[in-house]
T-cell receptor, first 112, second 113 residues
Framework: DGGITQSPKYLFRKEGQNVTLSCEQN?????MYWYRQDPGQGLRLIYY???????QKGDIAEGYSVSREKKESFPLTVTSAQKNPTAFYLC???????????FGPGTRLTVL | GDSVTQMEGPVTLSEEAFLTINCTYT??????LFWYVQYPGEGLQLLLK?????DKGSNKGFEATYRKETTSFHLEKGSVQVSDSAVYFC????????????FGGGTRLMVKP
């Protein structure tokens, strides 16, 4: 089955630790995205990548980093510089930047 | 900048009731408009979309019409079911600005049997 997988579904970390969230897609999509969702708020774009080895900052990139070494993978690292990391993180992909985005199931990160 | 405003929830309805979730937007040009649905514990799914004024998007009994004169894209369903309980997000994408979606805050719908 084609789709987007995010793991783990729930993640707990201590304050001050970096943590990496996984996002994998087997849809052969060029573009991938990371969003953050907070309670009662819409999604906000963290980073996006139009093609392998390229990525751009979104609206709230501070405290986050990404890499795009393979077409199917777009991991997000939440660094200790991110002041409020507890949130629901959603990964998405699209065939090209101008095409419809498909979303993964999300990872809920809780920093204790 | 672009923005999307949705009615605050939660919206609580009885099964078979009529649903309206209001959505208005601010954007330059002529954006495409979308409704996404998020079921509990899951990611977002595209529910319907409209790409130009007066277009009507429809799917699974839900409808929304792109109203340029009122900058609105209200979501409607004639008869809701318990299985429609979810969070609904209105979003826009300016067609000349890549594929960056701007989301509203979401509206939680709870349907009681």
């Amino acid at each position: 089955d084609g789709g987007i997988t995010q793991s783990p579904k729930y993640l707990f970390r201590k304050e001050g630790q970096n943590v990496t969230l996984s996002c994998e897609q087997n849809l052969n999509h060029d573009a991938m995205y990371w969003y953050r969702q907070d309670p009662g708020q819409g999604l906000r774009l963290i980073y996006y990548s139009q093609i392998v080895n390229d990525f751009q900052k979104g609206d709230i990139a501070e405290g986050y980093s990404v890499s795009r070494e393979k077409k199917e993978s777009f991991p997000l690292t939440v660094t200790s510089a991110q002041k409020n990391p507890t949130a629901f993180y959603l990964c998405a992909s699209s065939h090209r930047v101008q095409d419809e985005q498909f979303f993964g199931p999300g990872t809920r990160l809780t920093v204790l | 900048g672009d923005s999307v405003t949705q009615m605050e929830g939660p919206v609580t309805l009885s099964e078979e009731a009529f649903l309206t979730i209001n959505c208005t937007y601010t954007a330059t040009g002529y954006p495409s408009l979308f409704w996404y649905v998020q079921y509990p514990g899951e990611g977002l799914q595209l529910l319907l979309k409209a790409t130009k004024a007066d277009d009507k998007g429809s799917n699974k009994g839900f409808e929304a019409t792109y109203r340029k004169e009122t900058t609105s894209f209200h979501l409607e369903k004639g008869s809701v079911q318990v299985s429609d309980s979810a969070v609904y997000f209105c979003a826009l994408k300016r067609n000349n600005a890549g594929n960056m979606l701007t989301f509203g805050g979401g509206t939680r719908l709870m349907v009681k049997p």
